[in-house]
């Protein structure tokens, strides 16, 4: 009787395949554990089974798997089930969900490996120089990889060589996968046995008497010992003593030391734990207390706190409560940036109970918080990441926190899946039967909705912590400034004297503008020619530091053009600003201030994060210039002041959420100021002063900015009135875009009876090279969701069917934000 195994493979594929298995593995496999496969002529993938069973496929011959790689599942059934949801509700492949939720030192990649074909006997003198290079490195080792036979030849282009050697029977190729992850060890040390006891002390340091610093290492070694029971490393014993370590290695020589390893957590918080009792305050003891109530009776409840209110320490509260009860709390935040901050003060509550999940993390830290989670470990009660923490294996989920739900990098753009974590989570908590706590200053108007069609709990903080005022905001007219010639650079002279003032104070100023570089546009003066990017349409942005011009699409570059492209004058200009060029003009403006910035650009290293935040707290930065990346929750007690340099390019951006994001972002910038004792100031730049939403922003009128939205949502049919579908098109032929696209609408249109928008070309429409077609479905809370679903994805698979339109790639994004 035959067996056989249905696996998920890390391709973007929509369905399981099936493979044939032995009756001793049929009893062993099951379902989350992973398995080596060949798929296609000579890969091999790491798969993950679904389910055993005994029914062959229909349409092809079962191959045998190649190993099983696991003792036990890695993948919870949990997890299955949620990607399942996944896959189905934003209509991408299990494939890519399972590629996306694990660490990527969990999937193996196979590596193609060059092996000497020992069958056949070979003649060295029948063989090319190229040849005989790679015979002879095949006498040295029993393998080679692509890349070392590369390097032995000094050419990339090998496989021709490789050809000709399989023709004559020298070499077999074969596939063959290795595992990437490796535990950390750490080299401990200890005393020889004969000299642990007393009476062998002398005869010890007789030895050592002529090598003092050996001597001196081994008395620190008892001094440490005496004090401290645990195992001693190298490290520790070298660092406590100024000393080399080749000190320590001499000693492992004479036999006085013994050398062994232990197997280590890469990420330890142990050492950070302080004894905290958390007093809240009346206004935060009466939140904690509504949301316990909410929850009672409610699955989801929002928590609507103003800047600077004390959510945080609220939460903390609350996950105090779950892990009490023994459950497991999820902490999902927008940014990496907010992580690094947040860690520092759960790790001071919670010391080890706290692991860290996010992309900055190497593979191998990834995979020991997976490790940690899937054993139920006490370092992982509390679990803190951004969007991809969702997709650990919790076992008790008891609590899930999402702070700042409103942030758009929740929703995950590219590549597939596309899901937005707050609502994937929610579903997630749903299935362990646990809350989820949605916290923010300026709620996103879909939850808001929910909350007020008591969909949702709903608990307002409305006091900032310590009676803090709220920042004064002061709207600056700069059509008025620039008239009036009061302006140096991009600054009002409102603007420079609240900063000198802040300055001469000691107190700390954020500046925010929303776009890195220098400057979006290099312009020529005699014919108004602009760099585009060649592969985009898109103009280059200049980068000073760099002297480069670079598209922030693609991110091909070029050097700063010293003349015209176009007519070869050398009269360029450049126009509109970045963080890059306020920078400049503040070392001007402030000689004396230290000025930092946060973009992007800044904080590519796996630390870079975390060095200007640190370095903005222990006040090492006077003036921190930052794009959105501040606006998101940061909390920095000595901001006096926070600069908005051009409000407006955030509100005439050609989206339907264009004013509500600006009401949020301009709102939370605004947040960061004065948020200890003393009251902030804001200041915001705008050519359009009178503008509704500037004046909710001044009159932290969300409420106000809630109800006008919602009526436009209603009028123009967006959620959360209508749910969103947006069908992307992309291909290098604008011909054949055009034709495709126009089917796809005129299909779509007669198939579905609700608004079909396009087939219309966004505002960038050429990225790398393929020209852009978007089409937008707009489905009526009426409308059967799935349903609906269903009937596009019919019309997609037909689309791929007709031969003309194959090579048009779609992308679909479900609740796009």
């Known amino acids: 009787m035959p067996f056989f195994v249905e696996v998920i493979l890390p391709l973007n594929l929509a369905k399981t395949f099936t493979y044939r298995i032995s009756e001793q593995e049929f009893a062993t496999i099951r379902a989350g554990m992973r398995i080596a496969v060949p798929f296609g002529k000579n890969k091999i993938y790491t798969a993950l089974s679904v389910e055993t069973h005994e029914n062959p496929p229909q349409l092809y011959e079962a191959r045998e798997i190649h190993q ?341 990098t929740f929703k995950q753009v590219d590549p597939a899946p596309r899901y937005h974590a707050r609502d994937a989570a929610i579903v997630l908590a749903n299935q362990f039967g646990a809350k989820t706590l949605l916290g923010s200053a300026t709620p996103s108007i879909e939850t808001y909705f929910n909350a007020q069609n008591q969909k949702y709990g709903h608990v307002e903080l409305s006091e900032r912590y310590g009676n803090v005022l709220l920042p004064e905001i002061e709207i600056v007219d700069l059509k008025d400034k620039y008239f009036r010639k009061k302006m140096s650079g991009h600054f009002s002279d409102t603007l420079c004297d609240h900063i000198a003032k802040a300055l001469s104070n000691g107190e700390q100023v954020i500046l925010f503008q929303n776009r890195r570089g220098y400057s979006p546009v290099v312009e020529c003066l005699t014919c108004g020619h602009v760099p585009q990017c060649s592969q985009c349409d898109v103009s280059m942005t200049y980068h000073k530091a760099k002297d480069q011009l670079r598209c922030h699409y693609c991110g091909s570059s070029m050097a700063f053009p010293k003349q015209c492209h176009a007519c070869h004058s050398t009269d360029l200009t450049t126009k509109g600003f970045g963080t890059e060029q306020i920078q400049h003009e503040l070392t001007d403006i402030f000689p004396n201030a230290k000025v930092g910035r946060m973009d992007q650009d800044t904080t590519r290293g796996k630390f870079g994060f975390e060095k200007i935040i640190d370095s903005f707290k222990e006040r090492e930065i006077d003036i921190l210039v930052g794009t959105q990346m501040l606006a998101k929750g940061l909390d920095f007690d000595n901001v006096s002041l926070v600069g908005i340099m051009n409000a407006d390019n955030m509100l005439y951006h050609p989206d339907f959420r264009a004013f509500e994001r600006s009401y949020q972002m301009m709102t939370q910038v605004s947040g960061r100021a004065g948020r200890s004792s003393k009251r902030g100031k804001v200041v915001i730049q705008t050519y359009n002063p009178y503008h509704n939403i500037i004046r909710q922003v001044t009159d932290s009128d969300y409420l106000g900015m809630f109800t006008e939205q919602l009526y436009e949502r209603k009028i123009y049919k967006y959620p959360p009135y209508f749910k969103l579908i947006r069908l992307t098109l992309k291909h290098r032929d604008f011909d054949k875009l055009k034709q495709g696209a126009q089917w796809l609408y005129s299909v779509l249109s007669q198939n579905l009876e609700m608004p079909v928008l396009g087939p219309e070309e966004p505002p960038v429409s050429r990225i790398r090279n393929e020209y852009i077609r978007t089409i937008m479905v707009k489905i009526p809370q009426d409308k059967p969701l799935q349903g609906t679903k269903k009937t596009v994805r019919k019309i997609l698979d037909s689309f791929e069917s007709v031969a003309q339109f194959r090579a048009i790639k779609v992308v679909v994004n479900v609740d796009f934000y």
């Open 68 to 408: 099983v790689l696991d003792e036990n599942p890695i993948v919870t059934e949990n997890q299955l089930k949620h990607w399942n949801w996944i896959a189905s509700y934003y209509m991408c492949a299990i494939g890519d969900v399972y590629r996306s939720a694990m660490p990527s030192a969990l999937i193996l990649e196979s590596e193609t490996l060059i092996r000497q074909n020992t069958d056949f006997s070979i003649d060295p003198n029948d063989l090319t120089d190229d040849e005989f290079l790679i015979y002879q490195a095949l006498q040295q080792q029993s393998s080679l990889e692509v890349h070392e036979i590369m390097a032995i030849l000094g050419k990339k282009n090998i496989f021709p060589v490789l050809r000709k050697m399989m023709v004559k029977n020298v070499i077999s190729l074969q596939e063959e996968i290795s595992e990437t992850y490796k535990p950390k060890l750490v080299r401990y040390i200890r005393l020889h046995q004969e000299f642990e006891r007393e009476e062998n002390l002398q005869e010890l340091l007789d030895i050592l008497k002529n090598a003092s610093k050996q001597k001196e290492l081994v008395l620190q070694y008892f001094q440490i010992k005496a004090v401290d029971k645990k195992p001693i490393s190298v490290k520790r014993l070298v660092e406590s003593i100024d000393v080399l370590p080749a000190a320590v290695k001499a000693l492992v020589d004479k036999g006085i030391f013994e050398e062994y390893h232990l197997q280590h957590d890469r990420v330890d918080f142990e050492d950070r734990l302080e004894e905290r009792d958390l007093q809240l305050s009346s206004a935060q003891q009466k939140a904690f207390d509504e949301i316990l109530k909410s929850f009672e009776n409610k699955e989801v409840t929002l928590l609507h706190g103003i800047t600077a209110s004390g959510k945080t320490e609220v939460y903390i509260k609350l996950i105090e409560e779950f892990i009490a009860s023994g459950k497991q709390v999820l902490y999902l935040l927008p940014e990496i940036a907010l992580t690094t901050q947040l860690v520092a003060r759960l790790a001071a509550h919670f010391g080890n109970t706290v692991a860290v999940y996010h992309s900055k993390y190497s593979n191998n830290e990834r995979v020991e918080t997976w490790n940690q989670i899937l054993g139920n470990s006490e370092k992982a009660q509390v679990v803190i990441g951004a969007r991809s923490a969702m997709f650990l294996p919790f076992h008790d989920l008891g609590l899930v926190i999402v702070d700042e739900e409103h942030e758009q």
